[in-house]
């Protein structure tokens, strides 16, 4: 006879991890409209689980909002990931992932709204875009493609650069998502030392997500956009 206590523990551990998921949408949903003060019942009330509940999963509200956050940047890490070629020139690896971003501000909205809010994470966190970035700078130094003193300045004047992007994006919804991203990373390429010539690499690097290596993009928060058509 099968011992249905496996079978009990399974259905338990599905609906703690349903709640915990549940907990973790909600809170995005706050930082994304950037709530951070509000009460936990509101949050359990939004996720639809009782206040006992949350205490399962959380010892407090900061420790629920730096999972939500977490839970982003591994998101974006992975997207980050599927980008990356064995080999490839590691400017070009940059370029790839900053104008790939840039374009997230309005076609994930969710996500974006989440960095924004939490823009200091974006830049500093150790996961997510930020040590990806670092490797890439440290790389393309290494090879001689960026002329850069100090890789951590540098990964913070880019994290500037693309918050001040998402910012403009969000207040100025008309632009041209593409050519906004585009011309951005030129700039921080161009500013890293890149010659000019060669900055136009960023011309002919894949950023939109219908891309072959970008096609697991999240669905959830998926927003039309206008696009050029060239790329």
Do not use: C
């Not at 950037?34 to 359990?44: A, D, F, H, Q, S």
């Not at 400017?91 to 994930?108: D, K, M, P, Y």
Request: hydrophobic share 45%.
């Amino acid at each position: 006879m099968t011992d249905p206590q496996p079978a009990a523990e399974n259905r338990l551990e599905r609906r703690k991890m349903r709640t915990r998921a549940a907990l973790v949408r909600a809170a995005q949903t706050f930082v994304a409209a950037g709530k951070l003060n509000v009460p936990v019942l509101e949050i359990t009330q939004a996720a639809d689980v009782g206040m006992g509940s949350f205490y399962n999963h959380f010892h407090s509200k900061e420790e629920l909002f730096q999972a939500a956050v977490n839970e982003v940047l591994d998101e974006l890490g992975a997207i980050l990931d599927k980008l990356t070629a064995e080999g490839e020139d590691p400017a070009e690896t940059f370029a790839r992932s900053f104008r790939l971003v840039g374009r997230l501000f309005i076609e994930r909205p969710a996500i974006s709204r989440v960095l924004l809010n939490t823009r200091l994470t974006l830049i500093s966190a150790n996961r997510g875009l930020a040590p990806r970035a670092l490797r890439d700078i440290d790389a393309a130094v290494r090879a001689g493609r960026f002329s850069v003193d100090d890789p951590m300045l540098a990964l913070a004047v880019a994290g500037g650069a693309l918050m001040g992007l998402g910012q403009l994006l969000h207040d100025q919804p008309e632009r041209d998502v593409a050519e906004a991203a585009d011309r951005v990373t030129r700039d921080v390429l161009v500013m890293f030392g890149l010659p000019t010539r060669r900055g136009r690499l960023y011309r002919r690097l894949p950023g939109r997500t219908h891309d072959a290596r970008s096609q697991d993009l999240p669905r959830s928060a998926k927003a039309p956009t206008r696009f050029n058509a060239s790329s």
